[in-house]
C-alpha cells in the first residue's frame, strides 16, 4: 500500500512539475527577435548593404511627395505603401508623443524592444516593456497611465522580469484616421481577452480598449482607405498639413 502511495505521489508530482515549467515559460516567454537583438553585441560591424531607417519627418516626407505628384497628374485620391519597419517607426513615435516621453532615452528604458508586423491581413504590434520603469517614468506618475502599469507589476508572472506584449488587431478608417479593431491580446505566450485582462488588472475594458482603438495620427493623411498587401499596408486619401 505504501509503495502504491508513494508511486501516485510521485507520479502526480512529476505532473505537478511538468505543468509549472510550461507555465513559467508561457508566463516568461520573450520573442525571438527580442533575444537575438540582446544577443547581438552593440559592436557588431553594420552591414553597409543594409538600408538606412527612415526617420519619422523623412517618412512623412516620402508619403507627402508621393500625394503631391499623384495630385499633379490628377488624381484626386492618392495612394501610398508602408512597410512593417515603417509602421513600426511611426507607431513607436507615435507612443512617444501620446505618452509626453519626453526623449528617445527615456523611451529606450521603458520599451526595451518593438516589432511590428503584418500576419493574415492584420497589424501585430508587440513590444517588450519594463514596467518598473513606466511606473518610475515623471510624466505617468499619476493617473490612469501610473495605476494601469503598476497593476501589471502586480500581477505574480511579472515581478522584475521584462514583459512582452502583443496586440492583433485589423487596421480600419476611423474619422479619417488609422484606428485598430477587434484587437487580440498576448501578455508573454498566454492569449488573454481584454475582458480577463480588465479583471486582472482591476481597470475597465473600456479604458484597455480606448488605449488599442484610438485614432492615430501615423501619416500626414485624411485616410479613406486601407489594406493590408503582403508585408505591405496600402493607405488611400488625400494629404493634410503638418
Known amino acids: 500500500m505504501l509503495k502504491q502511495f508513494l508511486w501516485l505521489f510521485g507520479g502526480a508530482f512529476s505532473i505537478i512539475s511538468v505543468l509549472l515549467i510550461v507555465m513559467w515559460h508561457q508566463a516568461t516567454y520573450l520573442p525571438s527577435w527580442y533575444m537575438e537583438s540582446v544577443a547581438t553585441p552593440n559592436h557588431t560591424t553594420v552591414d553597409e548593404t543594409t538600408p538606412t531607417r527612415l526617420t519619422r519627418e523623412e517618412i512623412w516626407q516620402k508619403v507627402s511627395n508621393t500625394l503631391k505628384k499623384q495630385s499633379a497628374a490628377g488624381e484626386g485620391i492618392g495612394t501610398v505603401e508602408l512597410n512593417s519597419d515603417e509602421i513600426n517607426h511611426l507607431i513607436l513615435d507615435e507612443i512617444q508623443v501620446n505618452e509626453k516621453v519626453k526623449n528617445n532615452t527615456n523611451l529606450e528604458q521603458i520599451i526595451l524592444g518593438k516589432n511590428t508586423q503584418f500576419r493574415d491581413g ?17 510624466e505617468v506618475r499619476s493617473g490612469k497611465r501610473a495605476d494601469l502599469a503598476q497593476a501589471f507589476l502586480n500581477l505574480p508572472i511579472i515581478k522584475d522580469r521584462p514583459v512582452y506584449i502583443e496586440v492583433e488587431a485589423t487596421p480600419v478608417v476611423k474619422n479619417q484616421q488609422i484606428a485598430l479593431d477587434s484587437p487580440r491580446i498576448k501578455l508573454a505566450n498566454v492569449s488573454i ?12 475594458p473600456e479604458f484597455i480598449n480606448q488605449r488599442i482603438t484610438r485614432e492615430r495620427t501615423l501619416v500626414p493623411m485624411s485616410v479613406q482607405d486601407l489594406r493590408v498587401q503582403g508585408d505591405k499596408i496600402v493607405i488611400s486619401g488625400t494629404g493634410t498639413a503638418w
Open 122 to 138: 492584420k497589424l501585430v504590434i508587440g513590444a517588450v516593456i519594463d514596467l518598473k520603469q513606466l511606473t518610475e517614468h515623471e
Open 193 to 204: 481577452t481584454v475582458e480577463e485582462l480588465s479583471k486582472y488588472l482591476g481597470v475597465s
